[in-house]
């Protein structure tokens, strides 16, 4: 009794009140500070490539772009390279990327003015079109008067025009709708060299096979009617490879991948050849030889088969440095062969 009494007697302490989990302050931790990339500047001295002469110097450069250098040409007509006899650099390489330190010598050259590679194909093509068809409606000033907008009464002559126009209007709309290209532009004078090409055999060929006194195939109807199934055969099948490559690279870039058959027929010949488009191109004049029988048309698919060559096998040493798991069986344009 005492000591409750006593406890009574005594005030009562307050006792702290006890913080809820809810009202303590919550301590938020500190961001990270972010890290800055470190910046690597270069020293960039270019070169003429030919006389070797020192043209600009450029301090603290992070980025290389042709802009700097000269400005008053466009980047297209600028080359920028490793070596003076090198290769041109890619506009995609990064400074950082190269084999050089922090003071690097690049070799610059100028490429002449320069056109689309579209501009180029449609001229070239247009013209042999364009010219044959001159021939063929035989107008004055080419044959005798006597024979002027007269028609060939051989009937491989008329076939032989549609052939030659489908295969050159097939060309056009590729370029227009289906070819897809690495490069924008090529040398302005390139051009002349081209049409100079196409146009003249064009012209020659178109004479001979359109004159009067042309004289039809040895063999005949089974000779033009042979020839003929090739040409269709080969016609497509150069199309077919020309989807197949387009379909390898998606739209604005330049990205290059190993091409192989798909379930077309026509492109099972990749498992042999790099360069099918050119197989099916040499086919196409083989057969229209055969179809003339004509000597121009035989030396235009001759010359036509070199230069196609250099081509294909330009190519193949391409895959062969670029890719490591390049199919070894094929060869650049013509089975085991070549």
């Not at 007509?77 to 190269?98: A, T, Y």
Request: glycine share 4%; with cysteine; net charge positive.
């Amino acid at each position: 009794m005492d000591a409750l009494a006593l406890e009574a007697t005594q005030p009562k302490r307050a006792t702290p009140p006890t913080a809820s989990p809810s009202s303590a302050p919550v301590k938020r931790p500190k961001p990270a500070k972010k890290t800055k990339k470190a910046v690597v500047f270069f020293e960039v001295e270019i070169l003429d490539a030919k006389t070797k002469d020192k043209l600009c110097f450029l301090d603290k450069v992070s980025e290389l772009h042709s802009s700097t250098m000269y400005p008053q040409w466009y980047p297209a007509r600028q080359s920028i390279r490793l070596d003076p006899k090198g290769k041109s650099l890619k506009d995609e390489d990064v400074l950082q990327q190269l084999p050089v330190g922090t003071t690097a010598t690049f070799y610059f050259r100028d490429l002449g003015a320069q056109i689309s590679w579209v501009t180029v194909f449609l001229t070239e093509y247009a013209g042999p079109l364009v010219i044959y068809l001159l021939f063929y409606f035989r107008v004055p000033f080419i044959y005798a008067p006597k024979y002027d907008f007269t028609t060939s009464k051989h009937w491989v002559v008329h076939l032989a025009c549609m052939c030659h126009s489908f295969h050159y209007v097939k060309r056009l709309l590729e370029t227009l709708f289906v070819h897809r290209f690495s490069h924008g532009t090529m040398p302005l004078r390139n051009i002349f060299k081209n049409c100079a090409y196409y146009w003249g055999f064009a012209a020659w060929m178109a004479y001979y096979i359109n004159h009067p006194l042309y004289t039809p195939p040895i063999y005949g109807e089974q000779q033009v009617t042979l020839a003929l199934v090739i040409f269709l055969f080969c016609q497509i099948g150069n199309f077919s490879i020309h989807i197949t490559l387009r379909n390898l690279r998606p739209p604005g870039s330049k990205t290059r991948k190993i091409p192989y058959p798909t379930k077309n027929p026509f492109t099972w010949i990749f498992l042999l050849v790099s360069c099918p488009n050119y197989t099916y191109e040499l086919g196409s004049w083989v057969s229209f030889t055969m179809m003339t029988q004509c000597l121009p048309v035989a030396f235009f698919t001759f010359v036509g088969f070199v230069q196609m060559t250099v081509w294909a096998k330009g190519k193949h040493r391409s895959y062969l440095k670029e890719f490591r798991d390049y199919p070894p069986l094929r060869s650049p344009i013509l089975p085991f062969v070549l």
